[in-house]
């Protein structure tokens, strides 16, 4: 099984003479690349770990920062193997480092000086194995990667007779990066990284406090991102540097930009192979998370382990096409699912950068919820009901050590996007039957977020990316619950805040109702109506109120009062109450009217969340064969087998989310409801591995759809195992107990 191992991996570098062949599994149809393009802005990047891994490690092409990612394939040139922990393109990046070969006589550390040009035809990339050749004045350099959760494998091959330097980095703060959204003067005030070569050992290890959102967040003065990185190699030479010096024998330095390198002799082989450990906690145990994932096991051992793991996720969901773009589209999206959040737990410990300190238990972090609610989070109930609550669990411990659930945690309390639409997510597990987590506490946190306003909060606009005073939970909140809107001229993204807080209020009510509180039940569903307030009737529009009543008219194109978005992106967010948001706007045909003019008139925005539901909304108003059509349209124009292949920010996952549940024929558009629209699927097959929250047991769904053709996009009929299914819905409990889902398309 060893040699099978080494086979698969040796498949990647090169077709080695005498290699057996082996099967695809599904991890192999995954391309890595697709949305890291500038075009699209896709924001994802060639991560190489297991599943929900801890730290991931890939190629950088650029100095990353928030709203940039550290490889964009319109890149020429290489600048290290990262280890990073940038989720996607508008968070930062924390506790970084990153390892560069070199063969020049003098050391190069920065890396405008340090980079070296490359062509994608040398590089392969997969989740498991990432390899580039570079090309260098002495010759050609070879750079290779494997990893696992919080451990890596680099392997660097060098030109013969030349030069073997590795340079790493340790903290990367330029102000010459500095812009809107990327402030570095407090960081350049207060951080310093620390590197330390420990040649008794063959180490270097050190720590980077560095948090490119820091200024979003609270301080955490406690907070390092640990590093172990140990070679095969005995060091013949080593040294430090910070900014643009250079000082070859110190073997120790603190600094904003700085690291260390090291040197072995061209004699003693061409390869150099360095095993690199991470850690939240301490350098120990950094080293013990080395030892543990890949010491002693090898490169190719440690390739296989990781992609048996990505195949055994993957192997959940499965499509039936002979078209070898749309199988690596469809695979890509559920690899993109299976990403984030974070695992955040060391050996049974972690560090919560919510009170500064290391605790015992489960954590997970870098949570994109006002995006992951949506449609990742309930692709996630069906596939991992286990870890969904395990999930919830590590937002708890947030809540127990910061006082809040989190919005957008980076590592930290952030204030990006709005609303606290974690409560979406634990309503709709609990709804579900998901409960391996306190559940009394569950409630205490959601019933937070809804009945308590935050410090302060009728003093401060909290406007997207203000710098940090306070977390800010519902802002807005205090008005919410007594006048019934957020006004404007108080509160930034005002009428985004006063839907998005009804969805949440509605989704609690649920599990209110079911736990018997009926007071809190019926106070949030009445806050859940406040919809009603933002709605202007003369203008058939969502627009902006002042405290005073009175409304802000908008153009189109305007964002005044709204969260990424014009007045047609949050016109149909009232996801929690479509018969509500139908009959206010005048009825079935004048809804499907306003609908039509969003669709027609180029208004809709499939790249952002907001209005990722909204195709699904003409199944409430008696048009479903609408439905039907918009979703092959929107699943072929926004998804390609391409490095530009999203039309728009993945998001942690919910691009890819909203891709898998259409074109298996159904979509949640109410969070906690354990109802799913139908609209009509674009494969002839597709299975899912759904497992019970109550059981445990697993079994497989079967989704056909008999007559798919290009002619024939819309549905005639749809029957559970046998049965035929009346009307454009269909219930949780119907998925988990079907094993067959049979779509008749038509013309």
């Given at each position: 099984m060893k040699r099978v191992g080494l086979i698969i991996c040796a498949m990647l570098v090169a077709a080695s003479a005498g290699a057996a062949k082996v099967a695809k599994g599904p991890v192999d149809h995954v391309n890595v690349h697709m949305g890291t393009a500038l075009k699209g802005e896709g924001g994802t990047a060639p991560f190489v770990g297991v599943p929900h891994a801890m730290t991931n490690f890939m190629a950088q092409t650029r100095e990353n920062k928030m709203g940039t990612m550290a490889y964009v394939y319109d890149d020429s040139n290489i600048m290290g193997l990262m280890a990073t922990h940038q989720p996607t393109v508008w968070m930062g990046d924390y506790g970084y480092m990153s390892l560069m070969p070199q063969c020049s006589d003098e050391v190069r550390p920065l890396p405008d000086d340090r980079k070296l040009p490359f062509v994608h035809d040398k590089e392969k990339a997969t989740p498991y194995y990432y390899s580039v050749d570079m090309q260098a004045a002495e010759g050609?350099?070879?750079?290779?990667?494997?990893?696992v959760n919080r451990a890596a494998i680099m392997r660097f091959t060098f030109p013969k007779k030349a030069v073997q330097r590795l340079v790493l980095q340790g903290i990367n703060l330029n102000p010459a990066l500095g812009d809107w959204c990327n402030d570095y003067g407090p960081r350049l005030k207060k951080m310093r990284g620390w590197v330390k070569v420990d040649l008794e050992r063959n180490e270097i290890v050190g720590y980077n406090p560095d948090r490119q959102s820091a200024q979003i967040g609270p301080e955490t003065p406690n907070f390092k991102g640990y590093f172990v990185v140990r070679f095969d190699r005995k060091l013949t030479g080593y040294g430090t540097w910070n900014c643009d010096s250079v000082f070859r024998g110190r073997d120790e330095q603190l600094g904003t930009r700085m690291g260390a390198f090291v040197e072995f002799a061209a004699k003693e082989g061409t390869t150099v192979t360095a095993q690199v450990g991470t850690s939240f906690i301490s350098v120990e145990q950094a080293r013990a998370n080395l030892d543990k994932e890949v010491a002693g096991a090898g490169f190719d051992a440690v390739c296989t382990q990781t992609r048996d793991a990505w195949n055994d996720v993957l192997s959940?969901?499965?499509?039936?096409?002979?078209?070898?773009?749309?199988?690596?589209?469809?695979?890509?999206?559920?690899?993109?699912?299976?990403?984030?959040?974070?695992?955040?737990?060391?050996?049974?410990?972690?560090?919560?950068?919510?009170?500064?300190?290391?605790?015992?238990?489960?954590?997970?972090?870098?949570?994109?919820?006002?995006?992951?609610?949506?449609?990742?989070?309930?692709?996630?109930?069906?596939?991992?009901?286990?870890?969904?609550?395990?999930?919830?669990?590590?937002?708890?411990?947030?809540y127990k050590e910061g006082g809040w659930l989190p919005m957008w945690p980076n590592p930290s309390y952030t204030n990006i996007m709005i609303a606290t639409h974690a409560d979406a997510v634990i309503a709709d597990a609990y709804m579900k039957g998901i409960r391996n987590y306190d559940v009394r506490l569950a409630y205490e946190a959601m019933r937070k977020d809804a009945m308590v306003p935050p410090d302060c909060e009728t003093q401060r606009r909290y406007g997207d990316r203000d710098r940090w005073t306070a977390y800010e939970s519902r802002a807005g909140a205090s008005f919410y619950h007594t006048i019934g809107y957020v006004p404007d001229d108080r509160t930034a993204e005002s009428v985004s805040r006063t839907l998005e807080y009804a969805v949440d209020d509605w989704c609690i009510a649920q599990v209110a109702?079911?736990?018997?509180?009926?007071?809190?039940?019926?106070?949030?569903?009445?806050?859940?109506?406040?919809?009603?307030?933002?709605?202007?009737?003369?203008?058939?529009?969502?627009?902006?109120r002042r405290y005073d009543g009175s409304w802000i008219d908008l153009n189109d194109h305007d964002r005044h009062g709204l969260t990424e978005g014009s007045k047609w992106t949050y016109l149909f967010c009232v996801m929690h109450d479509v018969p509500g948001m139908i009959e206010m706007m005048g009825g079935n045909e004048a809804f499907a009217r306003k609908l039509d003019q969003n669709f027609e008139g180029g208004h809709y925005r499939h790249d952002n969340e907001p209005g990722h539901h909204y195709i699904y909304l003409y199944d409430y108003c008696g048009q479903p064969r609408k439905t039907q059509e918009l979703v092959r349209k929107h699943v072929r124009e926004n998804y390609r087998n391409a490095p530009d292949g999203f039309n728009g920010n993945d998001d942690c996952g919910q691009m890819s989310a909203w891709y898998l549940?259409?074109?298996?024929?159904?979509?949640?558009?109410?969070?906690?409801?354990?109802?799913?629209?139908?609209g009509a699927p674009q494969f002839k097959r597709v299975t899912i591995d759904i497992t019970s929250p109550k059981t445990g047991a697993t079994h497989t769904l079967t989704i056909e759809a008999k007559g798919l053709s290009e002619d024939n996009c819309h549905v005639a009929g749809v029957s559970v195992d046998g049965v035929a299914l009346e009307g454009n819905f269909i219930t949780y409990d119907q998925l988990l107990n079907a094993g067959n889902i049979t779509f008749t398309m038509t013309r």
């Open positions: 050609r350099i070879r750079a290779e990667l494997t990893a959940k969901m499965s499509v039936e096409t002979d078209n070898s773009d749309d199988k690596a589209v469809f695979y890509t999206a559920l690899y993109h699912n299976y990403l984030f959040p974070r695992d955040f737990s060391e050996d049974g410990r972690y560090y919560s950068a919510m009170d500064d300190k290391v605790h015992e238990g489960l954590s997970y972090n870098d949570f994109s919820l006002w995006d992951t609610f949506r449609a990742t989070h309930p692709l996630m109930t069906l596939l991992e009901p286990t870890l969904t609550g395990n999930w919830i669990t590590g937002l708890l411990n947030m109702l079911d736990l018997n509180k009926v007071d809190d039940y019926n106070a949030l569903m009445r806050w859940s109506q406040n919809y009603h307030n933002q709605y202007n009737k003369e203008k058939g529009f969502m627009l902006p549940f259409s074109v298996m024929g159904f979509y949640p558009v109410t969070p906690a409801s354990n109802i799913f629209a139908l």
